[in-house]
């Protein structure tokens, strides 16, 4: 993983579903967080995301799904506030996460279930702040 400039936590859950969830979720997340999931399945399947819950500062905290591991990958999609966003696939193996929050006003976070198309994925690379700050300052 080394080239998508992610050290710290290693997770390596080998389910086909799991759950993404914000720092700290249901209570509020913390101010001044930046936090990345990687989650990478096997190479001919894709990722499904579901939003099954969604609330974070409009405007000023937000969520950017990326559709490969790197940080200049294409973006899916950039949400914020409450509007629960619609499901999202990948186009590869990989998705990647970005959570940012500003220095003030948090939310309830988010709550969203990962799918894989087929096979088993593999949820791989979780950071916060205090673990991924090393690398991304
Ligand atoms: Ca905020």
Not at 95 to 117: C, K, M, P, V
Request: charge should be negative; charged fraction near 20%.
């Amino acid at each position: 993983m080394r080239s998508n400039g992610l050290k710290g936590l290693m997770v390596d859950v080998r389910n086909a579903l799991g759950m993404v969830l914000s720092p700290n979720y249901p209570e509020e997340y913390g101010n001044n967080m930046n936090c990345v999931w990687l989650i990478i399945t096997e190479t001919e399947s894709r990722i499904h995301l579901i939003f099954n819950d969604f609330d974070v500062e409009p405007q000023f905290d937000y969520l950017t799904v990326k559709d490969d591991g790197m940080a200049d990958s294409t973006v899916l999609g950039t949400f914020s506030g409450d509007d629960m966003p619609s499901q999202l696939a990948s186009n590869g193996h990989v998705a990647r996460l970005e959570f940012q929050s500003d220095h003030s006003t948090t939310g309830r976070g988010f709550n969203i279930t990962y799918t894989s198309t087929f096979g088993i994925a593999v949820f791989q690379g979780l950071g916060l702040r205090y673990i991924l700050s090393e690398v991304l300052s």
